[in-house]
């Protein structure tokens, strides 16, 4: 019988398939024994382990070529058309050294004041049965709340023993369970013994943390041990404080939200003319005017109020008189020799902040809406403060506002908000900046252009005395060298800076 009429037979057979599979396979394994084997996979590769060049990660996390990346340190790079201010230079170099200790010793006593400025890292265990809060669970000091979120979600029916232990406060459950079951009642080490994993839960559910101390701004960091599973969670002791709001009366009045603040020094021809300009578009609303000229000439308006200074106290000194007398929502911030126009809509900029989440917005002088950003870099020993001009991104829902950190000295602010921040004294002369550089972190900022205030001309006097008080207010608002170094060096200390670069 040929090959043929063998297969004929044996495709009739209902195990033809499982015959005709079976022989090939033979024939292919006996193929590839006669071969080397040549198999290579890449998890036989050894794995890569390295970081990325430095060349590489040094282009990456930048902005406004500033590099932001993670780092322990900071520095200030000359580049083109950029200040640079190493700090340490305008201290005296045989006080440094006293100057920089007295200075970290103020700044050990602040991180002592505000610990919330250093946060543990809290690293979540893997495969923990547990539930906890991470997040919310906050109590006012010496009250009690019950903790949420404490679950254990395995099987076990061994008898269980549960740990809990804080550091500031005092731990109790409003279960009610013998002793045996709940030690530690009112103590800060609690312990739970139960083989009942619904008990268990039940007395997790209820577990309540009291405030035994009176501290404001604190974070007890919980441990919470089940076994070989050991967690740790956040409660956090905190004090809020009062709300303070201003009633803008019944019918929303602008004259009700607003006062206008401004620090006058000589320019007393100037004032009056600022004066006459708000008159003509907002004649009730109140003016607060600080004074520190040496002789004082009185301003006898209705709704102005002017506040007599030692002589030149100084700018920052004169906007914290002005700002400390005002009983409205918001005050307007404006230098004596603006003008106010048609395009001075102070309504528009209590829109913003109305609706909004900012605290200042600023508008335009003249056409000049300046605003900057301030990018702050932490570093071990001080930090690096680098102020480069422009914004971040626009404001939803107003088209001609920004985000910024700082503005032009023409703003409406929260009148508490700017309290809080305050305006240091120490900075006599020429200072603006650095009134956003203390509110860094707190104070919200945008800019507006489409409100617009005007300023008055300049050195267009003839009038030999309006000349000769031009001539003196002059040598006292220009910074010398000795104001310049003095504000860095409050910078150094003040701020625990190390460098300063704007551009």
């Not at 015959?19 to 890569?48: C, M, Q």
């Not at 009366?249 to 300009?277: A, E, Q």
């Not at 914004?391 to 309290?419: D, I, M, Q, W």
Request: hydrophobic share 35%; glycine share 6%.
């Amino acid at each position: 019988m040929g090959l043929f009429q063998i297969l004929q037979k044996l495709w009739r057979h209902k195990y033809i398939y499982m015959i005709i599979l079976t022989i090939t396979v033979v024939f292919y394994v006996s193929i590839l024994k006669g071969r080397p084997a040549k198999i290579t996979t890449e998890w036989e590769t050894p794995l890569s382990l390295k970081l990325l060049p430095e060349e590489k990660y040094k282009s990456m996390f930048l902005f406004d070529g500033i590099w932001l990346g993670p780092k322990n340190h900071c520095e200030c790079v000359r580049a083109n058309k950029l200040t640079v201010y190493q700090l340490d230079n305008y201290i005296d170099k045989d006080k440094l050294a006293s100057v920089t200790e007295r200075r970290e010793k103020e700044f050990r006593d602040y991180l002592r004041r505000y610990p919330l400025e250093t946060k543990d890292i809290v690293i979540a265990q893997p495969n923990t049965p547990l539930s906890y809060p991470i997040q919310g669970a906050e109590v006012m000091p010496l009250h009690t709340v019950v903790i949420p979120g404490l679950g254990f979600h395995g099987t076990s029916t061994e008898n269980l023993q549960v740990i809990l232990q804080t550091s500031f406060g005092a731990l109790n459950t409003l279960v009610d369970v013998a002793e045996d079951v709940v030690h530690g009642r009112g103590e800060k080490k609690l312990i739970i013994s139960t083989s009942h994993v619904e008990l268990l839960n039940y007395i997790l559910e209820h577990i309540t943390y009291t405030s035994t101390e009176y501290l404001l701004d604190v974070v007890d960091m919980v441990k919470f041990t089940i076994g070989t599973h050991h967690v740790r969670f956040p409660v956090t002791i905190r004090q809020p404080g009062l709300p303070k709001l201003f009633d803008p009366g019944s019918g929303n009045d602008v004259n009700n939200l607003v006062t206008i603040t401004t620090k006058t020094f000589l320019r007393y021809h100037k004032l009056r003319i600022l004066i006459k300009s708000i008159r003509q578009y907002y004649p009730y609303m109140k003016v607060i005017v600080a004074d520190d000229s040496e002789h004082p000439e009185m301003i006898q308006e209705a709704n102005v109020e002017q506040y007599i200074m030692p002589f030149a106290k100084g700018w920052f000194a004169g906007r914290n008189l002005a700002i400390s007398q005002v009983t409205t929502k918001y005050y307007l911030w404006v230098d004596d020799d603006f003008l106010f126009t048609a395009n001075t809509k102070i309504e528009k900029l209590v829109d913003v902040l109305e609706n909004s989440n900012l605290d200042v917005v600023g508008g335009s002088v003249g056409g000049n809406d300046y605003k900057f950003k301030l990018i702050y870099e932490e570093g071990a020993d001080s930090g690096c403060l680098h102020l480069r001009y422009g914004f971040y991104h626009r404001l939803e829902g107003f088209p001609n506002c920004v985000v910024a950190s700082g503005v032009v000295n023409f703003f409406l602010a929260h009148t508490e908000k700017s309290r809080r921040v305050g305006f240091d004294p120490k900075l006599q002369r020429v200072a603006h900046s650095e009134y956003f550089m203390d509110g860094l972190g707190s104070l919200r900022v945008g800019s507006c252009n489409h409100v617009v205030v005007g300023h008055q001309p300049r050195n267009t006097e003839t009038d030999s005395e309006k000349v000769a008080v031009e001539k003196t207010y002059g040598r006292f608002r220009a910074n010398t060298q000795e104001q310049i170094r003095f504000k860095l060096a409050l910078h150094y200390f003040k701020n625990r800076m190390k460098c300063y670069t704007q551009g």
